[in-house]
């Protein structure tokens, strides 16, 4: 810490916004759950975030060119954590995403995000020529594939897309040629019925569901409908804290985790959803502003490796409660319940903090 010239080169803008959006999530977690048997789980939200502090003040004191020397010790750490996973891992709801230890419970694959930044990173800024190559597209790719399939083996299609985003921004602003881009769409789209074979049932249904929820409004489509209802019924000024119909009637399935801002908007209406989302496009322009000042590619690299998996999070969920986007499970970052998203965003925003401090270091 010592080459760091005082607390002041914290971004405090972005904690600023960090801790606040934690705040609502906690808040609007208790307004949900009170009465019922996560009734705990708003103070074990705050706990998480407390750690999750900690975690980032951590990670922020330990130069990235570091982390990104070891990328590939901690990728080759991370998909043995994803075997152990699939051989011994805790089941839950049909998936098998969590290893134990002790009383704690981790989801694996949240964690791997982190890698993949320093993966991304490291290979990207180690290139040797001016744009990246279809050999350095497909090693990469191959390199973010392996992690990708074995999440998807869980099932959890939602986390394994997430690892994308941090690839696709990498190879962008590394200079992809734009032949290579319309080469991968269409490949793509020539993809989508294999990618329609290898999906599980349940995933199946929620496309189809999401296409047309009418068409079975007690299953697939019935946590969509209810979002649906949630958020219309918030009106202007919301319902109030702990008085959405919705949701303190149980209509809305897990309204603490993956529909937490369906709750939220329901209860702090259409005022309350603006200022949330202009909280979320603050935090992203605060970490874009740091990839702008950062000493070198790969500081570049992490910073917009984190800030374009935010944004994916942050428009997939919210575009799955509206019912524009199909339910796939991704969390809303800092809002909703889960020590290991909360764990890992901090984790990630950390990083951001890591290069914002080293730009002063020659």
Request: proline letters at 4%.
């Amino acid at each position: 810490m010592a080459k760091y010239r005082s607390l002041r080169d914290l971004d405090w803008s972005l904690i600023a916004i960090t801790l606040v959006l934690s705040a609502v999530g906690t808040l609007q977690i208790y307004s949900t759950t009170r009465g019922t048997v996560w009734a705990a789980a708003w103070w074990k939200q705050a706990l998480w975030v407390a750690a999750g502090l900690l975690l980032m003040w951590v990670l922020a004191s330990i130069d990235y060119h570091t982390l990104v020397g070891h990328a590939y010790v901690y990728y080759v750490l991370a998909l043995v954590g994803l075997v152990l996973v699939l051989l011994v891992g805790r089941t839950v709801s049909g998936g098998q995403r969590w290893l134990g230890f002790g009383p704690l419970y981790l989801q694996v694959s949240e964690f791997v995000k982190i890698v993949i930044l320093l993966v991304v990173a490291r290979y990207l800024a180690e290139l040797k020529t001016e744009r990246p190559e279809v050999r350095d597209l497909v090693k990469l790719g191959a390199l973010i594939g392996v992690p990708v399939a074995l999440v998807m083996k869980q099932p959890d299609l939602g986390t394994a897309l997430t690892y994308l985003p941090i690839l696709a921004v990498g190879v962008f602003l590394a200079g992809l040629r734009w032949k290579y881009v319309a080469v991968m769409m269409l490949a793509a789209v020539l993809l989508l019925p294999l990618g329609w074979l290898i999906l599980q049932d349940y995933q199946k249904a929620r496309l189809v569901s999401f296409l047309d929820p009418a068409r079975d409004p007690r299953g697939s489509g019935y946590q969509t409908i209810q979002s649906k209802i949630a958020v219309g019924s918030g009106g202007m000024w919301g319902k109030g804290v702990a008085r959405g119909s919705q949701t303190q009637l149980r209509f809305l399935p897990v309204p603490h985790t993956d529909f937490v801002f369906s709750a939220f908007a329901e209860e702090h209406g259409f005022v309350g959803v603006v200022v949330v989302l202009g909280l979320y496009f603050v935090l992203l322009m605060q970490i874009l502003q740091n990839a702008q000042t950062a000493p070198d590619r790969a500081g570049v690299f992490i910073c917009m490796g984190v800030c374009a998996l935010l944004l994916f999070h942050v428009l997939v969920n919210i575009g799955m409660v509206v019912g524009r986007m199909p339910v796939t499970g991704i969390p809303l970052p800092l809002m909703s319940y889960g020590g290991s998203n909360i764990w890992s965003t901090f984790l990630m925003l950390g990083l951001v903090h890591n290069v914002r401090l080293r730009r002063f270091v020659s």
